[in-house]
């Protein structure tokens, strides 16, 4: 049985991912503060403080919506060690959005190692982070900091494989207005179409999410790997 654990799953890279791993894994667990209006057999939803999830009753969690007993052996082969887990966090933010550098810190850093942190608990060996482009922990760009810090950081948590990604910016459908985003894209998006600078043109959310789960899949232990942007979109083809 293969189980992917995933955070971060309402946002644009997030949904994408989604899809691509219920297409590709036995069984996919999403967690985050609010469930998505979202049913499908292989998907189980779980809901909570992402800050303290490592206190979390998951295994009653995961069956709780269950009346047939179908999660049962989903549980007992995480339990039991049974399954290969592969963690997936697309999970992040923006300070305008947070509202403070402080509440960003905490969601772009503190929840994303939280969340790594549970998923090794429960046994996963392979963990694929969505940073940035320029991630870099002594930045004097905050946002940049920050993801090179997460990036770091991940690499202490001991995972067998550790798989960080980092995406120019990210063409798609968001579910809020970016007017400096807006910009930028109509800017760049003329290197889409001429196919130059893969590296620094902007890059679609189904083309980072086909990425990931493509490495996850291979057969990649005992490194971490830093994935461009311009990777990425020769991954997706």
Not at 38 to 59: C, P
Not at 75 to 94: M, N, R, V
Not at 204 to 209: K, M, T
Request: aromatic residues 10%.
């Amino acid at each position: 049985m293969n189980v992917a654990l995933i955070s971060g799953t309402s946002g644009m890279v997030g949904m994408q991912l989604l899809h691509q791993l219920l297409n590709q894994y036995d069984y996919v667990i999403s967690v985050g503060r609010r469930k998505l209006a979202l049913k499908h057999q292989k998907l189980v939803q779980l809901e909570g403080d992402l800050l303290e999830i490592k206190s979390w009753d998951w295994e009653n969690l995961l069956v709780a919506d269950t009346l047939g007993g179908e999660l049962y052996s989903l549980k007992e082969a995480i339990l039991e060690q049974k399954a290969e887990i592969h963690g997936f966090s697309s999970l992040g933010t923006t300070i305008k959005q947070a509202g403070s550098k402080e509440k960003f810190y905490q969601i772009d850093h503190d929840m994303v190692m939280r969340f790594a942190e549970w998923a090794k608990s429960l046994g996963a060996t392979k963990f694929l982070y969505v940073s940035a482009s320029g991630a870099n922990k002594d930045s004097s760009i905050f946002y940049s900091q920050t993801k090179g810090k997460i990036e770091e950081d991940l690499k202490s948590v001991g995972f067998d494989f550790l798989g960080l990604f980092r995406p120019s910016l990210l063409l798609g459908n968001r579910s809020e207005f970016r007017l400096g985003e807006q910009i930028a894209t109509l800017v760049m998006k003329p290197l889409v179409w001429l196919g130059v600078f893969k590296n620094l043109r902007p890059i679609y959310d189904y083309q980072v999410a086909k990425a990931l789960v493509k490495i996850a899949k291979a057969q990649k232990t005992n490194s971490v790997e830093i994935i461009s942007s311009g990777e990425m979109q020769d991954l997706s083809k």
